[in-house]
């Protein structure tokens, strides 16, 4: 199990366009795409990173739009593998 990240990790994460979700201890971000093609890219390529490092986001893709939250359930809130992912997925976009 991994341990909870800290307010200033949290602020940073917040700083690149992540937010809080409400009642939940998880971050979330939009994504919007120019097409659906290239919305299910971002989302293959990021399923691919997610699969290689055992943390999966909970999301969903409407057209051009893919909407993504990230927690560490085992841990109970945002953990540096959600910190990991949220940083390759805007990488990824």
Do not use: C
């Given at each position: 199990m991994t341990?909870?990240?800290?307010?200033?990790?949290?602020?940073?994460?917040?700083?690149?366009?992540?937010?809080?979700?409400?009642?939940?201890?998880?971050i979330t971000k939009t994504y919007v795409f120019s097409n659906?093609?290239?919305?299910?890219?971002?989302?293959?390529?990021a399923a691919l990173w997610a699969e290689k490092w055992n943390h999966?986001?909970?999301?969903?893709?409407?057209?051009?739009?893919v909407e993504v939250t990230l927690t560490s359930h085992d841990a109970g809130g945002v953990t540096d593998r959600d910190v990991k992912l949220a940083?390759?997925?805007d990488t990824l976009f």
């Open positions: 341990d909870k990240i800290s307010e200033e990790e949290l602020a940073s994460l917040l700083a690149n366009g992540w937010q809080k979700v409400d009642g939940r201890d998880a659906f093609v290239d919305a299910f890219g971002f989302m293959t390529r999966h986001p909970e999301w969903t893709n409407v057209y051009k739009t940083s390759k997925m």
